[in-house]
């Protein structure tokens, strides 16, 4: 486990371990389970079992883990099959989510125009870009209007923040790829071309699966071959 510790660093004790824990879980290997200890993270993370158990339930509510009584938190696997179910699933619905907004209202634009500035401003915290980047995604996919889209949306969401805080937190200029994967997207709906948008967001979702180190599967994006994904 890394030796990266919260000490000195500024928020609660929980928030500061919530986070560290959270960046730890998403540098574990994706094709094997793994066991956490209270007593472990604790010693690790330099602060006292608490903290710890506090994070280890937020987690848990998170779907980031499982806490197995006497044994401690397990962080179960996630596959390269289960990885491209969940994109897969995820282009479907924004695809139609993204179209759908259009024509967009300037205030939508500027709120689009506001996560991507409060992204840019995070690039140094890899948790809260990935938060920050839910909330982007998020906000197309309420916008289309379609309630029963939206619910389902959010538990496609839940099991991929592992997914993308991975790519964010190990591959260097990731952020930087997403922030300008997204300002391309906001170009389209402000140019309200709904095929554009969704070609620009097409290329956002094959370079996330591209930094997620997973081969494309050919046809996967409605039958277009595109490179990379965020």
Known sequence: MSSVRVDGQGGSAQDLTYRWLKRHIATLPRDGGTFLTESEVAQQAGTSRTPVREALLRLEAEGFLQIVPKKGAFV???SDAEVRAVMQARELIEDWCVRRVV???EEFLAELGRL???QESLLDDPVAFIDCDRAFHRAIVRRAGN???ADFYETLRERQVRMGLRAVANE???ARTVLA???AIVAALREQDPARAGEALAVHLSSTLAALHLPEVAGWTGGQSVAGLS
Request: a negative charge; hydrophobic letters at 45%; zero cysteines.
């Open 76 to 78: 179960p696997p996630v």
């Open 103 to 105: 024509p967009v209202a």
């Open 116 to 118: 991507v500035a409060e």
């Open 147 to 149: 309630p029963v889209l």
């Open 172 to 174: 260097e200029n990731r």
């Open 181 to 183: 994967e997204h300002a």
